[in-house]
């Protein structure tokens, strides 16, 4: 159980462009799912909380107009990389929270290698 | 946010026990570590956590010492697969509930 998807597992795309990524609950429910961005040989680096229903938090630095996220059900929260730059190529990771597990539930997606050219 | 403290990387030879240890010395009381992995190009995978006691789970066993201070990761049995980023997180109690990841250790295990 507490299986957290991702899609798609890599992208390409060209500069200018922007990029949706989908991280889906597969069995909870996920009132919270959490985004972070990963670059080669560096830690795991939280983005912003999204919220079911609500505006998602977004941690300091992080450009909320740049990075869109929508969680518009129980399931699914997904990002959007507005505008890409080639310097927003990264390794970026979900994850969700399911509160009927005892760890209490964090589970992450097996993320999403985005590169941009 | 409590933090922790690991070493940047250990090594252990492949059978032998792995043993990761974890500095939180600004532990609060209602505040749970964590231990999650990272294999390369993965997503992190949890392994195991707990409060006060020892904690045994079929992935690894976790020893927090009496003062909470600190605490120590055990793969009884390491094998090439276990290969990773380790990370020691201490939850963040309050309504955001996030998750936030220190630089981990990178653990090699040696044929």
Known sequence: ?117 | DAKTTQPTSMDCAEGRAANLPCNHSTISGNEYVYWYRQIHSQGPQYIIHGLKNNETNEMASLIITEDRKSSTLILPHATLRDTAVYYCIVRVAGRDDKIIFGKGTRLHILP
């Open chain 1, 1 to 117: 159980g507490a299986v957290v998807s991702q899609h798609p597992s890599w992208v390409i795309c060209k500069s200018g462009t922007s990029v949706k990524i989908e991280c889906r609950s597969l069995d909870f429910q996920a009132t919270t799912m959490f985004w972070y961005r990963q670059f080669p040989k560096q830690s795991l680096m939280l983005m912003a909380t999204s919220n079911e229903g609500s505006k998602a938090t977004y941690e300091q630095g992080v450009e909320k107009d740049k990075f869109l996220i929508n969680h518009a059900s129980l399931t699914l929260s997904t990002l959007t990389v507005t505008s890409a730059h080639p310097e927003d190529s990264s390794f970026y990771i979900c994850s969700a929270r399911d509160l009927a597990k005892s760890n209490y539930g964090y589970t992450f997606g097996s993320g999403t290698r985005l590169t941009v050219v």
